[in-house]
């Protein structure tokens, strides 16, 4: 199976800064990778797949980049909004596997 | 609007056996692969496996081969998990999700909580 490791595993940041979360891959997954937030007590939204498409109606401060094995999450000015958890998953075939978390707190 | 309705939670005996649900509607059952992922408190989400609703056919986690059954009923556009003896590592939320897309989940339900405990 595909093993996907994030880092940081929590951080904590300010509204108005820039923040980033990476994720990298075991093994060679081109540009497969999503990325989601769920808030606590609700189940994760989707916010980006093939590692740069912004989902509908995610707002455009969200930014993904990377492909191969090395992959991030960029936050631009951060919101009040945009505290929660945050997942990668890859989606080149099944097993689907995703990372660990990143818990984000706003400051 | 698509929306996967799931009921909020299950209490059940170690040793025994649930069947979860989930409820689709507002698009073609037959038309998207449905999906079952656990999350266990505090933890980080697994993929469990995926049901075709319009032939049955399914894939699993080689993790979850022995504990969990897809199946789905067409009439009603529900899906299913059979979660089989249960015991305290059991325990987690699991959410239905589907992907109209290959590999990615753009839509989620909210989760039944399955609770094991005598």
């Known amino acids: 199976d595909i093993q996907m490791t994030q880092s940081p595993a929590s951080l904590s940041a300010s509204v108005g800064e820039t923040v980033t979360i990476t994720c990298r891959a075991s093994?060679?997954?081109?540009?497969?990778l999503a990325w989601y937030q769920q808030k606590q007590g609700k189940s994760p939204q989707l916010l980006v797949y093939?590692?740069?498409t912004l989902a509908e109606g995610v707002p455009s401060r969200f930014s993904g980049s990377g492909s191969g094995t090395q992959f991030s999450l960029k936050i631009n000015s951060l919101q009040p909004e945009d505290f929660g958890s945050y997942y990668c998953?890859?989606?080149?075939?099944?097993?689907?596997?995703f990372g660990g978390g990143t818990k984000l707190e706003i400051k | 609007q698509v929306q996967l309705q799931q009921p909020g939670a299950e209490l059940v005996k170690p040793g025994a056996s649930v069947k979860l649900s989930c409820k689709a509607s507002?698009?073609?059952?037959?038309?998207?692969?449905m999906h079952w992922v656990k999350q266990r408190p505090g933890q980080g989400l697994e993929w469990i496996g995926e049901?075709?609703?319009?032939?049955?056919?399914?894939n699993y986690n080689e993790k979850f081969k022995s504990k969990a059954t897809l199946t789905v009923d067409k009439s009603s556009s529900t899906a299913y998990m059979q979660l089989s003896s249960l015991t305290s590592e059991d325990s987690a939320v699991y959410y239905c999700?589907?992907?109209?897309?290959?590999?990615?989940?753009?839509?989620w339900g909210a989760g039944t909580t399955v609770t094991v405990s005598s």
């Open positions: 999700a589907i992907t109209t897309v290959v590999g990615y989940f753009d839509v």
């Open positions: 507002g698009y073609t059952f037959t038309s998207y692969w």
């Open positions: 049901i075709n609703p319009s032939n049955g056919r399914t």
């Open positions: 093994e060679n997954i081109y540009s497969y």
């Open positions: 093939n590692a740069k």
């Open positions: 998953q890859h989606h080149y075939g099944t097993p689907y596997t």
